[in-house]
Nanobody, 124 residues
Framework: QVQLVESGGGLVQAGGSLRLACAAS????????MGWFRQAPGKEREFVAA????????TYADSVKGRFTVSRDNAKNTVHLQMNSLKPEDTAVYYC?????????????????WGQGTQVTVSS
């Protein structure tokens, strides 16, 4: 049974930082590209960042480029999202997802497995 469990969310002031973690079980993480997505109230789920199965390639949404960094530790079956210089518009539920087909992708439809999400709230 595949499980992705996000942690590290919380309430932070604008300009602050948070580090999200995604712990995977039931799959070999090194065989999957991993992505982070977010969904704000009343909005569609959107792409945030993705990392290739080996960690050699990353891609980011323009809105977070230069502020967020995605990384992975395949030995520990964990993926992280370091979020710096947070803004109120970053407030959302953040989800990690696993893609077993493509090397790296921003497309929601490519992802096979999803976590339950962790809330990030940035106050102004």
């Amino acid at each position: 049974q595949v499980q992705l469990v996000e942690s590290g969310g919380g309430l932070v002031q604008a300009g602050g930082s948070l580090r999200l973690a995604c712990a995977a079980s039931g799959l070999t993480l090194s065989s999957y590209a991993m992505g982070w997505f977010r969904q704000a109230p009343g909005k569609e789920r959107e792409f945030v960042a993705a990392i290739s199965w080996g960690g050699g390639s990353t891609t980011y949404a323009d809105s977070v480029k230069g502020r967020f960094t995605v990384s992975r530790d395949n030995a520990k079956n964990t993926v992280h999202l370091q979020m710096n210089s947070l803004k109120p518009e970053d407030t959302a539920v953040y989800y990690c997802a696993a893609d077993g087909v493509t090397d790296i992708s921003p497309a929601i439809d490519e992802y096979d497995y999803w976590g339950q999400g962790t809330q990030v709230t940035v106050s102004s």
